[in-house]
């Protein structure tokens, strides 16, 4: 310890106790322990002041005792002023106020018997005894102050504090022996954390694995051989464009039959006369739900017709023959005739586009055209009297999504484009470029239809907004919407208008929700009819569903389903499920795409491997 005051120094004895042992009969010593850490071991230091006599070697005493032994009153008045002297700042500020108290208190006791601390306890780890004399260089005194002077010890107290001094430095020798014996033999047990590095292999040591002759290519003179792989065939890219112009209508899966498919033209021709359809009356409810409870599913009206999986329907309008057409994810077009048998002589493919058709309509005006958008950036228009595919409206640069005849005789076009631009279309014009270009708001556009009754209406479907146009206000540079609903929360399918008058307008969310809003008025804002909830989760490798409206009843569309069993369901424009077309043995797969017979009681459903559904009534 250093100085605590003018030429004052004090006994202390530091004890080592383990954690688990404490001295319980030591009195006045410190109550709260000081931890230390030595090799991952912890202990209790604990610290107190005392003056020791000489009882016996082997014990020492607490200092209220010291008094007992002396008989003369002076020598204890003597010593009760060198406990006094003991309460200096100094060592007030080492304890606190209440162990400093006790200290003191058990000091001054005279009724306390003798506290021994045996020399044989295991617990001591350590123990040491500063005793340092005078300056004069008597090693024999200990000095004490006092604030108002000094006072020697007796012979017989300066003799028996060295005994005890020389004591205490043996016994302090002994455990420091003891421990560090103690400690040695630790360190040799606790186990090594490092990872011995693994010494290389020699050379010598490694196994060669042999190699047959066959396997390096080499004959067994030594002389490699020639490289007899197969050299991979050279990929034709799929999305590579097919040359510009017309396109001969000839079969790709009726080789050799070219007589047979020139007949089934010449009575394709014949259905396709232009004739006055007149428009049916809606039919009552029941009526309507008996006529589709009559339609029925047979294996002879299920075929596959594309490649690939169906992303576009049309039916032909004929009420004599069913001829159906679907185009897939590949750019192909495939007609199937039901009337024809076998059903393998009723099926054509056409390679008309390198990419997805995902539109498909017979015209209106003329039957016996069949266009074609793709997204490759063509539009072409089969026709049946000439047996060519021609080439109406072409844009390599920009890729189509869907189109709609805007006139009522069919001449002229209204093309949407997946970067939200829209292009009209003259078919009499010659050439293949647009006559009005238009750039909308919206990020991009799925499907447009024009309005059945006031045709300068279109509506469009883009990422998650419908938006209704008038073409008589558009500008090409900005097109500003009529009417836009933004109630829809995820990406839309499909918007389409009711087929008769337009009043209102279906629409196909990935929220699981069909919607169903007012079109009568077209104001600034059209209210929500209907919300209907319908899983249209299709996934990745589904097409994704489209509600169309049935061209024969005003009230009703028609939906694909992901419920089990298969089904079609059709549903009226108040969200009351009107029908479910269902058949276990022939419907086992989801029909993304429909389409209704404008006149008849047919219903075609296409699936995602090319095969095609047929309902007859």
Same mark, same amino acid.
């Given at each position: 310890?250093?100085?605590?005051?003018?030429?004052?120094?004090?006994?202390?004895?530091?004890?080592?106790?383990?954690?688990? %042992?404490?001295?319980?009969?030591?009195?006045?010593?410190?109550?709260?322990?000081? %931890?230390?850490?030595?090799?991952?071991?912890?202990?209790?230091?604990?610290?107190?002041?005392?003056?020791?006599?000489?009882?016996?070697?082997?014990?020492?005493?607490? =200092?209220?005792?010291?008094?007992?032994?002396?008989?003369?009153?002076?020598?204890?008045?003597?010593?009760?002023?060198?406990?006094?002297?003991?309460?200096?700042?100094?060592?007030? *500020?080492?304890?606190?106020?209440?162990?400093?108290?006790?200290?003191?208190?058990?000091?001054?006791?005279?009724?306390?018997?003798?506290?021994?601390?045996?020399?044989?306890?295991?617990?001591?780890?350590?123990?040491?005894?500063?005793?340092?004399?005078?300056?004069?260089? *008597?090693?024999?005194?200990?000095?004490?102050?006092?604030?108002?002077?000094?006072?020697?010890?007796?012979?017989?107290?300066?003799?028996?504090?060295?005994?005890?001094?020389?004591?205490?430095?043996?016994?302090?020798?002994?455990?420091?022996?003891?421990?560090?014996?103690?400690?040695?033999?630790?360190?040799?047990?606790?186990?090594?954390?490092?990872?011995? #590095?693994?010494?290389?292999?020699?050379?010598?040591?490694?196994?060669?694995?042999?190699?047959? @002759?066959?396997?390096?290519?080499? *004959?067994?003179?030594?002389? =490699?051989?020639?490289?007899?792989?197969?050299?991979?065939?050279?990929?034709?890219?799929?999305?590579?464009?097919?040359? =510009?112009?017309?396109?001969? @209508?000839?079969?790709?899966?009726? &080789?050799?039959?070219?007589?047979?498919?020139?007949?089934?033209?010449?009575?394709?021709?014949?259905?396709?006369?232009?004739?006055?359809?007149?428009?049916?009356?809606?039919?009552?409810?029941?009526?309507?739900?008996?006529?589709?409870?009559?339609?029925?599913?047979?294996?002879?009206?299920?075929?596959?017709?594309?490649?690939?999986?169906?992303?576009?329907?049309?039916?032909?309008?004929?009420?004599? #023959?069913?001829?159906?057409?679907?185009?897939?994810?590949?750019?192909?077009?495939?007609?199937?005739?039901?009337?024809?048998?076998?059903?393998?002589?009723?099926?054509?493919?056409?390679?008309?586009?390198?990419?997805?058709?995902?539109?498909?309509?017979?015209?209106?005006?003329?039957?016996?055209?069949?266009?074609?958008?793709?997204?490759?950036?063509?539009?072409?228009?089969?026709?049946?009297?000439?047996?060519?595919?021609?080439?109406?409206?072409?844009?390599?640069?920009? &890729?189509?999504?869907?189109?709609?005849?805007?006139?009522?005789?069919?001449?002229?076009?209204?093309?949407?484009?997946?970067?939200?631009?829209?292009?009209?279309?003259?078919?009499?014009?010659?050439?293949?470029?647009?006559? %009005?270009?238009? %750039?909308?708001?919206?990020?991009?556009?799925?499907?447009?239809?024009?309005?059945?009754?006031?045709?300068?209406?279109?509506?469009?479907?883009?990422?998650?907004?419908?938006?209704?146009? *008038?073409?008589?206000?558009?500008?090409?540079?900005?097109?500003?919407?009529?009417?836009?609903?933004?109630?829809?929360?995820?990406?839309?399918?499909?918007?389409?208008? /009711?087929?008769?008058?337009?009043?209102?307008?279906?629409?196909?969310?990935?929220?699981?929700?069909?919607?169903?809003?007012?079109?009568?008025?077209?104001?600034?804002?059209?209210?929500?009819?209907?919300?209907?909830?319908?899983?249209?989760?299709?996934?990745?490798?589904?097409?994704?569903?489209?509600?169309?409206?049935?061209?024969?009843?005003?009230?009703?569309?028609?939906?694909?389903?992901?419920?089990?069993?298969?089904?079609?369901?059709?549903?009226?424009? /108040?969200?009351?499920?009107?029908?479910?077309?269902?058949?276990?043995?022939?419907?086992?797969?989801?029909?993304?795409?429909?389409?209704?017979?404008?006149?008849?009681?047919?219903?075609?459903?296409?699936?995602?491997?090319?095969?095609?559904?047929?309902?007859?009534?």
């Amino acid at each position: 310890m250093g100085r605590m005051g003018r030429r004052q120094r004090k006994t202390l004895v530091l004890l080592w106790v383990n954690e688990s %042992q404490i001295f319980q009969s030591i009195i006045g010593l410190s109550l709260t322990p000081k %931890q230390a850490t030595v090799l991952q071991k912890q202990a209790l230091v604990l610290l107190f002041l005392f003056v020791v006599k000489k009882k016996n070697q082997a014990q020492m005493m607490s =200092p209220q005792n010291l008094p007992q032994n002396n008989s003369n009153d002076e020598e204890k008045r003597k010593v009760k002023r060198k406990l006094e002297e003991l309460a200096t700042p100094e060592v007030e *500020d080492m304890f606190p106020k209440e162990e400093y108290s006790l200290q003191k208190s058990a000091l001054g006791s005279q009724v306390e018997p003798n506290v021994v601390i045996t020399r044989n306890t295991k617990d001591v780890l350590s123990l040491s005894n500063e005793i340092q004399s005078s300056q004069d260089g *008597d090693g024999d005194e200990i000095e004490t102050a006092d604030m108002d002077g000094s006072t020697e010890l007796s012979a017989y107290e300066k003799k028996r504090l060295k005994n005890i001094s020389e004591n205490a430095e043996f016994f302090a020798s002994l455990q420091l022996l003891e421990t560090a014996a103690r400690l040695r033999e630790m360190i040799a047990k606790r186990p090594s954390h490092g990872t011995k #590095r693994k010494k290389p292999k020699k050379a010598e040591d490694e196994i060669v694995c042999r190699r047959s @002759m066959r396997l390096l290519k080499v *004959d067994p003179s030594g002389v =490699p051989l020639p490289d007899s792989s197969p050299q991979p065939e050279s990929v034709v890219d799929q999305y590579t464009h097919l040359p =510009p112009g017309p396109l001969e @209508m000839i079969p790709e899966n009726q &080789n050799g039959k070219n007589e047979i498919f020139k007949g089934i033209l010449q009575m394709w021709m014949k259905i396709s006369q232009p004739r006055n359809m007149s428009t049916k009356k809606l039919s009552n409810m029941k009526r309507y739900q008996a006529n589709l409870t009559g339609m029925v599913i047979s294996e002879d009206t299920i075929c596959k017709v594309t490649k690939s999986r169906i992303c576009s329907m049309a039916i032909h309008p004929s009420e004599t #023959r069913t001829l159906v057409a679907a185009g897939d994810k590949l750019g192909h077009v495939g007609l199937w005739d039901l009337t024809q048998q076998p059903r393998e002589d009723g099926i054509f493919t056409f390679i008309l586009h390198s990419q997805t058709v995902s539109c498909l309509n017979f015209s209106p005006a003329n039957p016996a055209h069949l266009l074609s958008l793709s997204h490759d950036g063509t539009l072409r228009c089969g026709d049946f009297t000439r047996a060519v595919f021609e080439e109406v409206y072409r844009n390599e640069e920009k &890729n189509f999504s869907y189109f709609d005849f805007l006139a009522d005789d069919a001449s002229t076009l209204i093309v949407g484009h997946w970067n939200a631009s829209v292009a009209l279309v003259d078919r009499r014009t010659p050439g293949t470029s647009y006559e %009005q270009f238009f %750039q909308s708001n919206m990020s991009l556009i799925r499907t447009l239809q024009v309005h059945p009754m006031n045709r300068h209406y279109f509506v469009a479907a883009g990422a998650r907004n419908v938006h209704i146009y *008038d073409l008589r206000h558009l500008k090409s540079k900005e097109m500003k919407p009529l009417i836009s609903i933004t109630e829809h929360m995820k990406s839309l399918a499909s918007a389409y208008f /009711s087929p008769f008058t337009g009043n209102r307008v279906v629409t196909t969310c990935a929220d699981d929700n069909l919607r169903v809003f007012d079109t009568s008025c077209m104001s600034s804002k059209i209210p929500l009819l209907t919300r209907v909830r319908h899983n249209n989760n299709t996934g990745r490798w589904l097409s994704r569903f489209r509600a169309i409206w049935d061209p024969k009843q005003e009230d009703c569309f028609i939906v694909g389903s992901m419920a089990r069993p298969r089904s079609i369901d059709v549903f009226h424009e /108040s969200g009351e499920l009107v029908h479910s077309f269902i058949d276990e043995e022939c419907l086992a797969s989801v029909c993304s795409i429909n389409v209704m017979h404008p006149t008849q009681n047919i219903l075609a459903g296409g699936n995602s491997s090319g095969r095609i559904h047929v309902f007859k009534g």
